[in-house]
């Protein structure tokens, strides 16, 4: 089967810009998550869906991330304005569903905020 | 939330040795994963292991989820293995996967 799917596989943007990264998982997987990884850091929750809805965001800083689910299928994850501290890895992952199923993972973006 | 605790934090082996890595968690879990990250940085699953012993080649785990703790035996390690492992458990109250801090391995030839 097709793993996740995501892009761009790297960004470099300058501070208080835009940028929006996207993830496709895998077919028929109800639960999508997107991870911030930080270097030398585990991967950190950023906001978990489960179909369209959003059943998790307590840790994205909402007043610079947004992310949608729009048709339970593929996802994007927006950061406006970008800072310094953004720069991480951003993965997405995906699961049949939210219990009692194993995550996957994509490659990954890897952002550089300057 | 809960806390995931992984021993050593850093490991560096001869290539074709033993070692095992350990994953202790703080709170009841309904399951639990092991992954490799490599060099390129991506997320290979290992094993989705909530309890018991599972075997893959020469990687084998075992989570006691009574005792709240896995482990990750790797046998007759290879440069390939290099990288960083990481657990991520799933609490038995939420749904939310909390990763530990990882086991970054080197193996040396």
């Known amino acids: 089967e097709a793993g996740v799917a995501q892009s761009p596989r790297y960004k470099i943007i300058e501070k208080r810009q835009s940028v929006a990264f996207w993830c496709n998982p895998i077919?028929?997987?109800?639960?999508l998550y997107w991870y911030q990884q930080i270097l030398g850091q585990g991967p950190k929750l950023l906001i978990q869906f489960q179909n369209n809805g959003v059943v998790d965001d307590s840790q994205l800083p909402k007043d610079r991330f947004s992310a949608e689910r729009l048709k339970g299928v593929d996802s994007t994850l927006k950061i406006q304005p970008a800072k310094l501290e953004d720069s991480a890895v951003y993965l997405c992952?995906?699961?049949?569903?939210?219990?009692?199923?194993?995550?996957?993972f994509g490659n990954g973006t890897r952002l550089t905020v300057t | 939330g809960i806390q995931v605790e992984q021993s050593p934090p850093d490991l560096i082996l001869q290539e074709g040795a033993n070692s095992t890595l350990r994953c202790n968690f703080s709170d009841s879990v309904n399951n639990l994963q092991w992954f490799h990250q490599n060099p390129w940085g991506q997320l290979i699953n290992l094993f989705y292991i909530p309890s018991g012993t599972k075997q893959n080649g020469r990687l084998s785990a075992t989570t006691v989820a009574t005792e709240r703790y896995s482990l990750l035996y790797i046998s007759s390690s290879q440069t390939t293995d290099s990288g960083v492992y990481f657990c991520a458990v799933e609490r038995s109250t939420g749904n939310q996967f909390y990763f530990g801090t990882g086991t970054s391995l080197t193996v040396i030839p």
């Open positions: 077919s028929g997987h109800a639960t």
């Open positions: 992952a995906s699961s049949f569903n939210s219990y009692n199923s194993p995550l996957h």
